[in-house]
């Protein structure tokens, strides 16, 4: 008698999330697109006293280089390729281990259109990384001379002493969980999304897969990288990309919270989900928030104290456009490719 109004009760619940979660979307998406418009002009009006939507005169910074050479400077993505990779596997195991349940991804229009986009941000990731190492090997726009073909070489030999020191808070912020706590507390876990949370199934969830690969990647630029305690306390490089990254984490987060709205519900053809899984989510989320609001404390009273400068240029912004790029593209592509191992998981479980 009282299974009808459980399952009728849950329904009216997924739906109202369903308004919450594309709310926070909208939000962040929003918030996103319009601060990567905004701040550019802006700062550009602050240091040259007029607005100029074509930055055609130069662009704040040390070197006054040209929007052109800003926006192709290719080097700022293969420099701190190790970092965005990172932010990416991150991000991405936030999105697949609170993301969509096995019940959810399992309908067939979803399995197929998920492999087909597994594809597309596949290869966007590649061109992007490509594309880089090209322009920079031909020294298309000479932002870097220094590091005229060396374009791989920033890649995979970027283990200077100072690497891991600069750029330690932003590591701190990444691993607290900076960039999931705003797709936790947009997404939640009604409905169906619930049923992945049961058992001991979790645990092959291939998100925590995702967050081993940037560990193990973490404890190798560690040990690479020796420990230089001055650059680590006083690095405002940390807090100007945590700054930056995040109108890349609400973007990104925005995109995903868009891509799910997509997924069918399928709430009315699931069981009786047991109680006892909805305070667990909360749990989590409390969890991930204590160590996001800690290392903003520290940050805030080093920022307080004037321990940090922080010197967010109009040219190093721009300079951004490339990591910014890749970091869609591949946070995306493990995204679709975490929900397509899930659903591969399931299928196993049930044969």
Known sequence: MNQPQILESSSVASSRHGIARDVFAVIYFGFALITMLVYPVAG???????FDWFFTGAVFGPARITFLQAIMDVDQLLANFVTIVLFCLVSAFFFVNYGPSRVEIK????IASGKKTVWIFGLGSIAIFGTAVIISYANVVNVHPEFAGQGLLLVFSNFYPENFSVHALYYAFLFSGFPGIFYMIASGNLGA?????????????PGIFFMV????????VVLAS?????DMINAGTAIRETIFS????LFVTGLVLLVERKLEDPIKNQEKIPRETIPRYWIHELAWAIPVIAVLGIVGYLLASQSLTVQLSVAYYLSRAWNFGFSVFFTMFLYYLGNAIKNSIHVKETT
């Open 44 to 50: 550009f009006a602050m240091d040259h006293g007029r």
């Open 107 to 110: 309908d067939p229009e979803n």
């Open 193 to 205: 999304r619930q049923l992945h949370w049961t058992s001991d199934r979790s645990r092959k969830n």
């Open 213 to 220: 690969i940037a560990v193990v990647i973490m404890e190798i």
């Open 226 to 230: 020796p420990f230089v305690w001055w």
């Open 246 to 249: 995040l109108f890349d984490v």
